[in-house]
């Protein structure tokens, strides 16, 4: 009768378990995100803070700060301006949500060049009128 060679898996079994603690270990390590601060909502919409600067980006290009249009070329000066006198160097950037997102970004440099330090994104669905 030919001898029978039965594979030995005990050694396979070995490396799989150290794999798998190896991969237990690392997951939590390489896992990687964003810190954000959510704002906090109060129940009446009239207290917000009326020194809130908002940039309101249109679907034309039309950009404006508190409701006022600026030319795109003068909007950084104008926020350096702004915020020279000011302590809180937050800005929120109110877009279209079907601009493309470069030209975003584009305020968010600009901003950032400006002084700005906490930026918060509003993303809308304008309707004909608003634009």
Known sequence: MPARAEPNVVPLCDVLLVLLIIFMVITPMVQKGIDIKLPETTADASSAPSNVIVMTL???GKVDINQQ????GLIQDQLKI???TRQDKTIFIRADAKLPYSSIIELIDLAKGAGVEVLGIIP?????EEN
Do not use: A, P, Q, V
Not at 69 to 72: A, K, P, T
Not at 124 to 128: M, S, V
């Open 124 to 128: 809308e669905y304008f309707t004909e």
């Open 58 to 60: 249109h679907k034309g």
């Open 82 to 84: 702004i915020y020279s």
């Open 69 to 72: 249009e600026y030319d795109l």
